[in-house]
Every structure is written in structure tokens, then in C-alpha cells.
């Protein structure tokens, strides 16, 4: 068995090794930032303490401790650690590890199959772990930064437990960069403005930090770096954002419940997360309007206009000048009066239409260009509502035989207050028509 597939071995004594290894946690309880699944309570703490691990599916993003903590579950177990990515191994690499794991275990020794990437397999591919996991042979823990749900087939999410990892928050690192600095004998050439831009540049990857932390300890420098020294010598990480992924939907999400939630700086900052990530404005400006005609609706009629505007505005100005139109609109709708009134009421009325799809308009509200179509009672009894008091008829326009629905119901907010006693009022006349 090639130890392609096998734990690293271990560096010569000799052999410089970068800090982010020489700082691998040697036991779990050195982990930092994942005390919510580690911990006596957490799903791998009862695991452990029960000592019956089951095969996991570790999602998170990356630099939080997936490779680590599965390398460390497999020594508290006692079970062998063996090491793959899904973008270097194929099916004949696969049936080496399956083969190798067969035969420990025939020697009284388990298996830890860690799979980096795993959803970079494909569904085949991920079928063929199943029969392993099932007979013993291996016990699977695969790490990904994609949502499993959307990735990985139902058949093996079924076999496996997730456990979401959560990115590195700045205390998180801080205790990161004080065991960096323990552990290199000297402090970071940065004062307190300067240490804080390190961190926030980790962006909760602390891999990222601790390659960070190296790069400045290189530096020869007199006395304290400040944050516009730092920022000179440093790049800011690109935030992370994948435009057709699952932090794309994530992000769209927020600044749509943030608009619905009446906050209009909670909507500007995602707003300036996307742009920042390179979404398309044209796409932020259609989802702009959609939550006009979602969430605001005849609450304001003003906003789906005043959206469109601001896109026809992008539309002629293009980047950067236009995407403060967008933010314009953004912050009207965030500030507008909400109301799904209309929106409740076409989804109701689009459910009530495929169950009765078929039913014909009633008889008195359809033309009669023909003779036939008279004699059969086609417009027979139409009242024309110009001709009856106050422009209404009462008139019942619903298939014959259907119980007339209420779906619209407006809300006291906004414009929609005004339409509520309209419809009230046209309620009030119909039950008074019909009833003479």
C-alpha cells in the first residue's frame, strides 16, 4: 500500500516546517473556536465519551480544524488515520484504500477514511462508499465547504452525521496568534490597531492567520508596525464569496430579510458585501424589484417604480455611479410600509385554479357573438356595472357552484390602508345586492 494514502510521515529534525503545521492541535482539547461540537455536550464530545464514533461529514469553512479534528478523533479511537482528497483520487486509488482497510481491519485495526473535498466526488463515486461504511470496513469522515445538503447524495448523507464547523471569530484568532507568538518567543511588531487589521484580514481562517503571522515575523522592523504600515505590506484576503454557490444565496438572503425587517443599514451592508464580491449588479437590481412587488406590494405602489427607475438608472450609468441608484432603492423599500397581502392572495388563487381548472365562467358574464350561444343563455342576466348604483352590480363572477373566496386582505399599513376600505366598502354593497 503506497503511502500516498497513509498519515504523512513525519519531517526530518532538520526540515523548516511552517508554523501553521508546527501548530497543529496535538489533542482535542486544544482546538480553538469549535467548543459547540467538541465540547461534553457537543455531538462529538457525547461521541467520544460513549466511545461509539459514527461515520461524520465535517462542514465548514476553510482554516477551522476539519483536517485536525479528524486526525485527532482517529487517535482517540485508536483507529488507523488514512488521508484522501476527492480532486487527486479515482476509482483504482479508491479500491487500494478499501482493500488496505480490509485487511487492517482482518488484523484487529479500524479504519478513519478522512476525505478532503468530498463533495468534489461524483454520485457514483460517493455510492461506493457505502458497503464500507456499512460492513465496518471504514469509518468515513468526509470534510467539505459546500453545503452537504446540496452536494452530497441522500444514500450516504443518510450514513453519515453533519457536523457544522463555524468560522473563527476574532477572539478565536487572537488565542491563535498568542500561541503563535508563545511558540515563536516573541511578540507581533504590531500595535493594538495594527494586530486588530491582522485578524480581521484572516477573514475566521485561521490557517490564513497563522501563514499571516509567519509572513510579519519575517519582517525586520524597529519597534511597532501601525495599521497603514501593516496595510502596505499586506493585501487584504478576498472576502469569501462564491458567485453561483451557496454564500451567494446566503448573502441574497440576508439583505432580502433585511429589507423585509424595515433596516436599512443591515440592507446597505449586504448590499456592499455582494458588490464586493463581484456580484453582478444587474442581478442585485432584479432582486431589488422582486422584493418590491414581494414585500412591500400595494403597501407603497410607488416602489416597484421607483425600483425600475433605479435599474434603468444603473442600466445608463453602469458601475460605480449606478449602483448608488440601486442603493437608493434599497433603502425606500427598507424604509417603505410591508405588506404580502397580494402575494398571499395570487398564491391562494393560482392553488385554488389548478383544482378547479376546468370549471367554465358563469354563463351570464360570457359574450354571445351567435345566435346559438344566446339561446343557450350565454350573457343572459349580465348587469352592466356602469348602468347600476354607485358603478356596481354585486354580481357574482366565480364558476357556478364555486363558494366565493376572500383572499385579498389588505393590511392597515401604507397605501393598503385606503384599499381596505374599498374592499370593505364593495364587500358591504355586494352582501347588500345579492341578499335584495
Not at 498519515?7 to 486544544?30: F, G, I, M, V, Y
Not at 485536525?68 to 484522501?84: G, M, N, P, S
Not at 357552484?401 to 370593505?424: A, S
Request: overall charge neutral.
Amino acid at each position: 500500500m503506497s503511502d500516498l494514502f497513509d498519515s504523512p510521515a513525519q519531517s526530518a529534525p532538520e526540515a523548516p516546517r511552517p508554523l501553521a503545521d508546527r501548530l497543529r492541535p496535538k489533542a482535542l482539547a486544544e482546538v480553538i473556536g469549535q467548543d459547540k461540537v467538541l465540547s461534553a455536550d457537543g455531538p462529538l464530545g457525547a461521541m467520544l465519551a460513549s466511545r461509539s464514533l459514527s461515520s461524520l461529514i465535517l462542514w465548514g469553512p476553510p482554516g477551522v480544524g476539519k483536517t485536525t479534528i479528524a486526525r485527532l478523533l482517529a487517535k482517540e479511537t485508536d483507529l488507523a488515520f488514512v488521508q484522501i482528497s476527492a480532486i487527486f483520487t479515482g476509482v483504482p486509488d479508491l479500491r487500494k484504500v478499501f482493500e488496505a482497510a480490509r485487511l487492517r481491519r482482518q488484523n484487529g485495526q479500524g479504519t478513519l477514511l478522512f476525505v478532503d473535498e468530498i463533495h468534489r466526488f461524483n454520485k457514483a463515486q460517493q455510492d461506493g462508499f457505502l458497503p464500507h461504511m456499512e460492513d465496518g470496513t471504514i469509518l468515513l469522515v468526509g470534510a467539505t465547504t459546500e453545503n452537504p445538503s446540496f452536494e452530497l447524495n441522500a444514500a450516504l448523507m443518510s450514513r453519515a452525521q453533519v457536523i457544522v464547523l463555524e468560522r473563527l471569530t476574532l477572539a478565536d484568532l487572537e488565542r491563535l496568534a498568542q500561541r503563535a507568538e508563545h511558540d515563536l518567543g516573541r511578540a507581533l511588531p504590531l500595535d493594538g490597531p495594527a494586530r486588530e487589521a491582522l485578524l480581521e484580514m484572516a477573514d475566521g481562517d485561521g490557517r490564513a492567520l497563522l501563514n499571516l503571522v509567519e509572513q510579519v515575523m519575517a519582517w525586520r522592523v524597529a519597534g511597532s508596525l501601525s495599521r497603514d504600515q501593516l496595510a502596505t505590506r499586506l493585501m487584504r484576503r478576498a472576502a469569501k464569496y462564491d458567485k453561483s454557490g451557496e454564500e451567494h444565496y446566503n448573502l441574497i438572503s440576508a439583505l432580502h430579510k433585511s429589507v423585509r425587517g424595515s433596516d436599512p443599514d443591515a440592507a446597505l451592508y449586504w448590499f456592499a458585501r455582494m458588490l464586493e464580491g463581484g456580484e453582478d449588479p444587474r442581478f442585485l437590481a432584479r432582486r431589488i424589484t422582486r422584493m418590491a412587488v414581494e414585500d412591500i406590494g400595494l403597501a407603497d405602489p410607488q416602489a416597484q417604480g421607483i425600483c425600475l427607475e433605479a435599474w434603468q438608472s444603473y442600466e445608463r450609468l453602469g458601475s460605480p455611479e449606478g449602483e448608488l441608484a440601486l442603493a437608493e432603492a434599497l433603502v425606500y423599500l427598507a424604509l417603505a410600509p410591508k405588506s404580502n397581502a397580494v402575494y398571499v392572495a395570487y398564491k391562494a388563487a393560482r392553488a385554488a385554479a389548478r383544482q378547479t381548472g376546468s370549471e367554465p365562467p358563469p354563463k351570464h358574464i360570457l359574450n354571445a357573438p351567435t345566435r346559438m350561444m344566446k339561446d343557450i343563455g350565454y350573457g343572459a342576466g349580465y348587469a352592466y356595472d356602469h348602468d347600476a348604483e354607485d358603478g356596481f352590480s354585486g354580481q357574482d363572477y366565480f364558476p357556478e357552484g364555486m363558494k366565493r373566496p376572500v383572499w385579498y386582505l389588505p393590511q392597515e399599513r401604507g397605501f393598503e390602508r385606503e384599499l381596505k376600505k374599498r374592499v370593505d366598502y364593495f364587500a358591504k354593497l355586494r352582501a347588500r345586492r345579492q341578499g335584495g
